[in-house]
């Protein structure tokens, strides 16, 4: 295989038409010039070039090998120009897995934001109270709430997340003993605040059951019951009171995830900085 940079003098001499001139737009000594093309000549066999006391004539064959050089020199230049855009502006796909609460009231409420900083730089964004599975390509970023046990992940306590009783103005006038409630599925059993949810139940009844936190608090609203809420929605929630209970919900750190080798990627670097941003900006998100 040739050098490449043997090929670019030769492109450069094929421009130029003399070893000086040639030598001059490289900024090299003419003897350079000549060593560049006997190389490129002695790795292909070939003979590009009939040197002349005051210019040089291109074979036959260096004619054929200059046309094809130039098409490589442009390519070479596009692929300079590509990398300096790249270089200074981001762009692309990142996928994000985030509680749906944070998702909603957090996340895309400063995407207006984040977009005009980096308007070729996409976000997609799943909003899902499950583990996101980042090894199989499920997303690039992930907000948990639950402690990554996995060895191979990078992890940073980025926030906060609290949660108390809620009903209607209605509902919550009824005794505690009458109480009825609204909970996460099966599915969610795991979540902390669901794990407490079971226990203060005490035996009355739980008459609704989703995984969407949003169905939980217009179920609570229309006076179905009541249900354990994130803060961020409770307290901006004005048919909602709280409930004074002794011990309310545990409160879940939010925990930001990625692989160490996506960490690198600019693209990723920025997204993880806009979600820290995110929590930061929110006082019912914020660590203690």
């Avoid at 270089?87 to 996340?107: D, E, Q």
């Avoid at 690039?140 to 940073?156: F, G, N, Q, Y």
């Avoid at 750190?253 to 979600?275: H, S």
Wanted: with cysteine; glycine share 4%.
């Amino acid at each position: 295989m040739f050098d490449w940079q043997d090929l670019r003098y030769f492109h450069e001499l094929a421009r130029a038409g003399s070893l000086s001139k040639a030598a001059t737009e490289l900024s090299v000594e003419h003897a350079t010039v000549g060593r560049r093309i006997a190389s490129l000549e002695a790795t292909l066999g070939l003979k590009l070039v009939h040197r002349l006391p005051r210019s040089i004539r291109l074979t036959e064959d260096g004619l054929v090998v200059a046309e094809l050089a130039a098409t490589i020199s442009e390519s070479a230049q596009a692929i300079e120009s590509f990398a300096l855009r790249a270089k200074s502006a981001l762009s692309g796909v990142v996928r994000i897995s985030v509680p749906p609460t944070v998702g909603n009231f957090c996340v895309a409420q400063y995407m207006q934001t984040f977009h005009e900083a980096h308007p070729s730089l996409k976000i997609v964004m799943a909003n899902t109270p499950d583990i996101a599975a980042l090894d199989r390509g499920i997303a690039d970023i992930a907000i948990r709430m639950v402690k990554p046990e996995e060895p191979s992940l990078l992890t940073r306590r980025i926030g906060m997340i609290r949660f108390g009783l809620y009903a209607s103005r209605a509902y919550a006038s009824r005794p505690a003993a009458q109480w009825s409630f609204i909970a996460y599925d099966a599915s969610l059993n795991h979540v902390k605040h669901q794990t407490w949810l079971r226990r203060f139940v005490d035996g009355r009844p739980i008459v609704f059951e989703t995984s969407d936190v949003i169905a939980q608090q217009m179920a609570a609203r229309n006076g179905v019951g009541v249900a354990v809420l994130p803060t961020l929605l409770g307290e901006r929630d004005a048919e909602l009171v709280r409930l004074d209970v002794e011990a309310g919900p545990p409160e879940a750190a939010l925990w930001l995830v990625t692989y160490p080798d996506l960490r690198r990627a600019r693209a990723i670097k920025a997204v993880m900085a806009f979600l820290v941003d995110c929590i930061d900006r929110e006082p019912l998100l914020k660590s203690a």
